[in-house]
């Protein structure tokens, strides 16, 4: 007599209910993960458009503003003396919260040829905030205006 091969129901069944319960518990850390991401990439593209802002400022010898779009969540933009775009960064996240606290980077924030904002920001108390559901970041800036991430005030 040949003995077949294979799985019966019974062990197919279980296996697709272990399975299904390891899903369960891996689909809210994956959520988690993918908004740490996002909030970590689009503050490391704010980080870049600045220091590119403030490079280009000591470079060129002149003013160079960072910009938002409508509302800081939407994008921003580059630039330079005679208002001619250097780069245009939106975001992706349609959920994703970009905060400005403080009354200096509301509206944009102005590097000189010194490497310096006008007006000077005030360490700890103008920041951008980036949020996604429970994730957050924020960047935070010297007197001198040089931007780091860091934790929330």
């Not at 003396?81 to 349609?94: F, G, K, M, Q, W």
């Not at 103008?126 to 935070?140: A, H, M, P, T, V």
Request: proline fraction near 3%; charged fraction near 15%; include cysteine.
């Amino acid at each position: 007599m040949q003995k077949t091969q294979g799985f019966t129901l019974v062990e197919l069944l279980i296996t697709i209910a272990i399975m299904a319960i390891m899903m369960a518990l891996a689909v809210p850390s994956f959520t988690q993960m993918v908004e740490r991401n996002q909030v970590t990439t689009t503050g490391n593209d704010m980080i870049a458009s600045i220091m590119m802002a403030r490079s280009t400022a000591v470079t060129r010898e002149e003013n160079i503003r960072l910009r938002r779009l409508s509302n800081w969540n939407t994008g921003w933009t580059v630039r330079d003396a005679a208002n001619n775009v250097i780069l245009r960064h939106e975001t992706s996240h349609p959920n994703l919260l970009i905060t400005a606290q403080g009354s200096n980077t509301s509206n944009s924030i102005t590097y000189t040829a010194q490497g310096r904002t006008s007006p000077a920001l005030v360490a700890g108390d103008d920041y951008f905030k980036i949020s996604l559901g429970s994730s957050e970041r924020c960047i935070n800036f010297s007197t001198s205006g040089r931007p780091s991430t860091g934790d929330c005030p």
